[in-house]
Antibody, heavy 118, light 108 residues
Framework: QVQLVQSGAEVKKPGASVKVSCKAS????????IHWVRQAPGQRLEWMGW????????RYSQKFQGRVTITRDTSASTAYMDLSSLGSEDTAVYYC???????????WGQGTLVTVAS | DIQMTQSPSSLSASVGVRVTITCRAS??????LNWYQQKPGKAPRLLIS???SLQSGVPSRFSGSGSGTDFTLTISSLQPEDFATYYC??????????FGQGTRLEIK
């Protein structure tokens, strides 16, 4: 059974960075694309970027270009999303999701709440 | 970027009725359209991919149709567990993947 388990909630100060992890079980991370999507309170889902776990290639939304980095450790079956220069507008639940292609987000992690406050 | 617009934004309906949610793309996306269900405090769940392909384990009362710019999600007979927010998502022209603003389905 495919399962994605994310790291716990974070509280960060403005200007700081956050790193959220996403551990896969039940399948080989190498065969999947890992997406990161966020959802601010009461807002729509917002796609941030994806990583091909097989070769490490990444594509990012232009909105987050330069601030977001998605990486993976295949030996640990874990993907990571690093977001820098945090502002209050980055307060959101961050989700990882996997798919066999870049087009569909088949399985989702439980979400990680990131709160940015001084 | 391709903009996705859903209608209505919210909807009240009774158990047992038929419900249709519409999603419109700002340009032709062929059939690169997926539908998700999200319940409060939970992650989204993929219901339908490629506009009309029902995912394994999703009840057959859910169906999707459309191509090009106009798409619909239909629930043939609403059940209590179907009250949630529904999102459409395009993946025709990426990046970025884009989502609709969501349709909140509430009990009448």
């Amino acid at each position: 059974q495919v399962q994605l388990v994310q790291s716990g909630a974070e509280v960060k100060k403005p200007g700081a960075s956050v790193k959220v992890s996403c551990k896969a079980s039940g399948y080989s991370l190498r065969t999947y694309v890992i997406h990161w999507v966020r959802q601010a309170p009461g807002q729509r889902l917002e796609w941030m970027g994806w990583l091909s776990a097989a070769n490490g290639n990444t594509r990012y939304s232009q909105k987050f270009q330069g601030r977001v980095t998605i990486t993976r450790d295949t030996s640990a079956s874990t993907a990571y999303m690093d977001l820098s220069s945090l502002g209050s507008e980055d307060t959101a639940v961050y989700y990882c999701a996997s798919g066999t292609t870049v087009t569909t987000l088949d399985h989702w992690g439980q979400g990680t709440l990131v709160t940015v406050a001084s | 970027d391709i903009q996705m617009t859903q209608s209505p934004s919210s909807l009240s309906a009774s158990v047992g009725v038929r419900v249709t949610i519409t999603c419109r793309a700002s340009q032709d996306i062929e059939n690169f359209l997926n539908w998700y269900q999200q319940k409060p405090g939970k992650a989204p769940r993929l219901l339908i991919s490629a506009a009309s392909s029902l995912q394994s384990g999703v009840p057959s009362r859910f169906s999707g149709s459309g191509s090009g710019t106009d798409f619909t999600l239909t629930i043939s007979s609403l059940q209590p567990e179907d009250f949630a927010t529904y999102y459409c998502q395009q993946s025709y022209s990426t990046p970025p993947i884009t989502f609709g603003q969501g349709t909140r389905l509430e009990i009448k």
